[in-house]
């Protein structure tokens, strides 16, 4: 990592995009923040001493760093992050703010793979293995698990050494028809070598969905290999007549390509074919699409000086930015494979090179007409196959590295100096193609809530992490260049990491055995049904959000209740074993003076505390903690989430930040005050269960937290041998 010049900056305003109004409707002061701006390898961060609060912005994430026109307090920068954040930072001085504006564009877009953050990123916890997550995917297995290889479809290892299609894996599925002929006759006729391989076989019809990329067919070229390889295809599906060829480019769009000598399918060539269009637009429409959409949610025009848009410019802003048509023709195309694919017929999906809309379209039918893959583990595997091992180019389209310049290969270095013309480049490889894939499956969600084991907050952190460069997940353009780098051995997994917070993304509204009985999802894709995602691109903006996300008011009560459930089946055995005790003392006759008091601990006879009756020789009364203890050990009652602000260390809570309960004591924490789980006395299960810091220190150096077990042991025990005693 660099050295900074210019590590921390004293009396910095922030403003950002909503500050205002913000401050209007919290009836507070208009004075922005003032505090001190921290620059690290890895992060700006801005602290405000007056309001305790904190404002971490990851470097990997800034989109965008612009010098705006001198103000009266200092000289400002606009920052727009990928994640749609937008900071005003006004610096004092024009120097300091100079060199912060260099810094930013140098450590925003790093000119190599080795300075991204993920090949420094060490995480606090000593558990989180670097291994951890690698392994969650294996390509063959996945296949494996869809019934291939068979009669119809072959394992091909001519990729083995990426000599064929650098660009593609290195296990191929290819019908067990094609000779290696074939193969490569094909491979040459299509851009950059990526020929019709198999990425989905559906087990009920034995149709498939293959991809590829454009032919190199021009005006009039042909390839007798790469007609030959479609009709394996065709024979691979006995039950079908015809394969759908799947161009999801408009059509205009690709008779242009044919001036390159590129193109598309002729019916007459092929026979058995069928070509059917579908008007997904490319990767530069895409971004501008996306930047006039962050220029909508940007808008302030209205009665008030700094007020949200009026209705009707808001909305006529929303369709000239054609962004939901855009989601629309995803889903459209989609939704047209998979039902080719539940009638029995075949399809190939292609777009210009195969990596962007024929990823989106091929992995979204998969969502269609497979349950396994809207489960956490199906999805991520999902994206290990479709998008990650099909060669999708990750960091060109997310914008990772600075574009290389010059003959020399490298890029110029950028001073104070030479910054003062530069912006953070906005590469013509640059698009949201991935973003749009999770914005589809987010529409899927609000759809049919019941059909996902994941909710919107895993989609959010997939996003966001695909800019962050905290992980190797989604570093390279290809598996070739993720295996060059060894990535799984210098960096950690975003699978790993997630596997650590499963929790946070479990929907509660999931239901596996209705997705069992109606496996395929075939969502209603008119415009009365598709919703800007405000949450991802109004994400930081106040007021437009609920106070608190409906799914996790209802994780939260999903959590009491088995607290209190897990509480009284605890009570209810404990009753169980004092009524065995007080009805069959072994050494005692029973005693009608015998006598409880209200903590269950001082039970007196003539002949003593009722602690030295046992039950055999191992069963002993002071095995067991007194009835207050056990009542105050877990929290009957729980703080709702709704109006708490802050965490009990001070850390404050936005609208997607996770709030757990502690539930010994019931109040609402953070992700870093339940790092630790402990045993509950008053709980049956005996399992750890989320306590806070200061719960989990009291629970360590209280010497009855090791009875529960011992209680909960010997009433197992009496209940296997009061049905023994019952069975004649």
């Known amino acids: 990592m660099e050295r900074i010049r210019t590590p921390k900056i004293e009396n910095v305003r922030v403003l950002d995009r909503f500050y205002h109004w913000q401050n209007r409707n919290a009836m507070e002061s208009t004075t922005p923040s003032t505090g001190t701006l921290y620059l690290t390898p890895t992060h700006l961060i801005?602290?405000?001493?007056?309001?305790?609060?904190?404002?971490?912005?990851?470097?990997?994430?800034?989109?965008?760093?612009?010098?705006?026109?001198?103000?009266?307090?200092?000289?400002?920068?606009?920052?727009?992050?990928?994640?749609?954040?937008?900071?005003?930072?006004?610096?004092?001085?024009?120097?300091?703010?100079?060199?912060?504006?260099?810094?930013?564009?140098?450590?925003?877009?790093?000119?190599?793979?080795?300075?991204?953050?993920?090949?420094s990123y060490n995480p606090p916890e000593e558990s989180f293995d670097r291994t951890s997550g690698w392994n969650i995917f294996d390509l063959q297995s996945e296949y494996q698990r869809i019934g291939v290889p068979n009669q119809h479809w072959v394992l091909s290892k001519m990729n083995q050494h990426y000599e064929v299609c650098d660009t593609y894996p290195q296990f191929l599925y290819v019908p067990s028809s094609a000779t290696p002929k074939i193969l490569l006759g094909s491979a040459g006729f299509r851009s950059r070598g990526r020929l019709p391989v198999l990425s989905y076989l559906y087990p009920k019809t034995n149709a498939a969905i293959c991809r590829c990329s454009q032919p190199l067919s021009g005006f009039s070229a042909r390839c007798e290999e790469d007609e030959e390889m479609l009709n394996c295809i065709l024979r691979s599906t006995p039950e079908s007549k015809t394969v759908f060829i799947i161009d999801t480019r408009p059509r205009i769009n690709a008779m242009a390509n044919r001036a390159t000598g590129k193109g598309y399918e002729t019916e007459a060539n092929y026979v058995g074919m069928k070509v059917q269009f579908f008007s997904i637009e490319n990767i530069h429409v895409m971004?501008?699409?996306?930047?006039?959409?962050?220029?909508?949610?940007?808008?302030?025009?209205?009665?008030?000086?700094?007020?949200?848009?009026?209705?009707?410019?808001?909305?006529?802003?929303?369709?000239?930015?054609?962004?939901?048509?855009?989601?629309?023709?995803?889903?459209?195309?989609?939704?047209?494979?998979?039902?080719?694919?539940?009638?029995?017929?075949?399809?190939?999906?292609?777009?210009?090179?195969?990596?962007?809309?024929?990823?989106?379209?091929?992995?979204?039918?998969?969502?269609?007409?497979?349950?396994?893959?809207?489960?956490?583990?199906?999805?991520?595997?999902?994206?290990?196959?479709?998008?990650?091992?099909?060669?999708?180019?990750?960091?060109?389209?997310?914008?990772?590295?600075?574009?290389?310049?010059?003959?020399?290969?490298?890029?110029?270095?950028?001073?104070?100096?030479?910054?003062?013309?530069?912006?953070?480049?906005?590469?013509?490889?640059?698009?949201?193609?991935?973003?749009?894939?999770?914005?589809?499956?987010?529409?899927?969600?609000?759809?049919?809530?019941?059909?996902?084991?994941?909710?919107?907050?895993?989609?959010?952190?997939?996003?966001?992490?695909?800019?962050?460069?905290?992980?190797?997940?989604?570093?390279?353009?290809?598996?070739?260049?993720?295996?060059?780098?060894?990535?799984?051995?210098?960096?950690?997994?975003?699978?790993?990491?997630?596997?650590?917070?499963?929790?946070?993304?479990?929907?509660?509204?999931?239901?596996?055995?209705?997705?069992?009985?109606?496996?395929?999802?075939?969502?209603?894709?008119?415009?009365q049904q598709l919703r800007l995602w405000v949450t991802l691109y109004s994400r930081f903006e106040e007021g437009v959000h609920p106070r608190e996300p409906l799914l996790d008011t209802v994780t939260s009560l999903i959590d009491h209740s088995s607290a209190l459930e897990d509480h009284a089946l605890y009570l209810e055995r404990r009753i169980a074993l004092l009524k065995e005790m007080l009805a069959n003392p072994p050494h005692h006759r029973r005693n009608p003076l015998v006598t409880v008091t209200a903590n269950g601990a001082g039970m007196s006879s003539p002949h003593g505390s009722l602690s030295s009756i046992s039950m055999g020789s191992s069963m002993n009364w002071d095995d067991y903690p007194n009835a207050s203890v056990i009542i105050k050990s877990v929290a009957l009652d729980w703080k709702p989430i709704r109006y708490v602000r802050y965490c009990v260390c001070s850390t404050p809570f936005s609208q997607f930040t996770v709030k757990y309960h502690c539930w010994k004591c019931g109040d609402v924490v953070c992700r870093r005050c339940t790092d630790t789980h402990a045993p509950l006395i008053g709980l049956y299960s005996n399992k750890p269960v989320p306590v806070c810091q200061l719960c989990y220190e009291r629970s360590r150096v209280s010497p009855i937290k090791e009875k529960n077990a011992t209680f909960a042991e010997k009433s197992d025990k009496l209940q296997k041998s009061q049905k023994t005693e019952k069975v004649p």
């Open 287 to 527: 971004r501008s699409g996306l930047q006039k959409l962050v220029e909508v949610c940007d808008l302030k025009t209205g009665s008030e000086d700094l007020s949200l848009p009026s209705h009707s410019t808001f909305l006529s802003g929303l369709q000239a930015t054609g962004w939901l048509k855009h989601i629309r023709s995803i889903l459209d195309a989609s939704l047209f494979i998979a039902e080719k694919i539940t009638e029995g017929h075949s399809v190939l999906v292609h777009c210009s090179d195969g990596w962007d809309r024929t990823a989106q379209t091929c992995s979204l039918a998969c969502l269609f007409l497979d349950p396994y893959y809207r489960t956490l583990h199906g999805f991520m595997a999902l994206i290990e196959k479709e998008w990650l091992a099909f060669g999708h180019k990750f960091s060109d389209r997310a914008g990772h590295l600075r574009p290389v310049f010059g003959n020399g290969g490298v890029s110029p270095a950028i001073t104070p100096s030479s910054a003062v013309n530069m912006v953070i480049d906005t590469s013509r490889e640059q698009s949201p193609v991935f973003a749009q894939f999770l914005d589809c499956v987010w529409q899927l969600l609000c759809q049919k809530p019941y059909a996902f084991q994941f909710n919107e907050r895993f989609l959010l952190v997939l996003h966001d992490h695909l800019y962050s460069c905290q992980f190797g997940t989604f570093i390279g353009n290809n598996e070739k260049e993720r295996r060059d780098l060894k990535l799984s051995e210098r960096t950690y997994s975003l699978w790993g990491y997630m596997k650590r917070h499963l929790n946070e993304y479990l929907n509660p509204l999931y239901d596996p055995e209705r997705c069992r009985l109606t496996p395929l999802l075939f969502p209603d894709i008119s415009a």
């Open 46 to 119: 801005f602290v405000n001493p007056v309001e305790k609060r904190e404002t971490w912005v990851l470097l990997g994430h800034i989109g965008s760093v612009d010098r705006l026109s001198m103000a009266v307090g200092g000289s400002p920068l606009q920052i727009r992050c990928k994640t749609f954040l937008s900071l005003i930072l006004v610096i004092p001085k024009d120097r300091d703010s100079q060199e912060l504006y260099a810094a930013l564009l140098r450590l925003a877009q790093p000119a190599t793979y080795e300075e991204l953050y993920c090949f």
